[in-house]
């Protein structure tokens, strides 16, 4: 997909925003339809402000159904029919989908005591990272509470977030 100016953004419709933007936010394009409330936007600064904001205001229910939409790391070998385009590219990135049986078996022992501790799945920025960096900041973050780990999991969210808008949206 070719990127859009500012411009270019704040005359979609309704419609076309979301389906341009609803990939930013894994599996919830109600957050690029409540952006949509706040165009035009002034800046893209101000656009990636927007989308936070309406993640740091959605209330807890919200915020965990947000961080449940995203993937397990590493599942099923790095093969995922859940996976959105934009998460598929991401793991892969990373190196997600070409997991040794003995890195997915590490995977898949911390995800499942990850998910057990916070009841929800372990989210990183997989693109700022790797598979070795991932599996050591899962073992390190299993000693986290659930309030510090809510509140990390958003934050990456949003670096996700960030990342695809920059994709999307010419600076």
């Given at each position: 997909?070719?990127?859009?100016?500012?411009?270019?953004?704040?005359?979609?419709?309704?419609g076309?925003?979301?389906?341009?933007?609803?990939?930013i936010?894994?599996?919830?394009?109600?957050?690029?339809?409540?952006?949509?409330?706040?165009?035009?936007?002034t800046s893209?600064?101000?656009?990636?402000?927007?989308?936070?904001?309406?993640?740091?205001?959605?209330?807890?229910?919200?915020?965990?159904?947000?961080?449940?939409?995203?993937?397990?790391?590493?599942?099923?070998a790095?093969?995922d029919?859940?996976?959105?385009?934009?998460?598929?590219?991401?793991?892969?990135?990373?190196?997600?989908?070409?997991?040794?049986?003995?890195?997915?078996?590490?995977?898949k022992?911390?995800?499942?005591?990850?998910?057990?501790?916070?009841?929800?799945?372990?989210?990183?920025?997989?693109?700022?990272?790797?598979?070795?960096?991932?599996?050591?900041?899962?073992?390190?973050?299993?000693?986290?509470?659930?309030?510090?780990?809510?509140?990390?999991?958003?934050?990456?969210?949003?670096?996700?977030?960030?990342?695809?808008?920059q994709?999307?949206?010419?600076?």
């Amino acid at each position: 997909m070719a990127q859009l100016t500012l411009d270019a953004v704040n005359q979609l419709s309704r419609g076309s925003f979301i389906e341009c933007f609803g990939g930013i936010y894994e599996h919830s394009p109600w957050i690029a339809d409540k952006a949509y409330d706040f165009h035009p936007f002034t800046s893209f600064q101000a656009m990636k402000k927007i989308f936070s904001d309406i993640i740091q205001r959605a209330g807890l229910e919200r915020q965990m159904r947000l961080v449940r939409a995203h993937p397990e790391l590493g599942h099923r070998a790095g093969i995922d029919p859940e996976l959105s385009p934009e998460s598929t590219l991401e793991q892969g990135q990373a190196g997600l989908d070409r997991l040794t049986q003995k890195e997915y078996d590490q995977f898949k022992r911390l995800n499942d005591a990850y998910t057990a501790r916070f009841r929800m799945p372990f989210v990183i920025c997989v693109r700022q990272a790797n598979k070795n960096l991932i599996l050591d900041a899962m073992e390190k973050r299993l000693m986290s509470t659930p309030e510090a780990e809510l509140k990390t999991a958003l934050e990456h969210i949003d670096r996700i977030a960030d990342l695809r808008l920059q994709d999307q949206v010419m600076l």
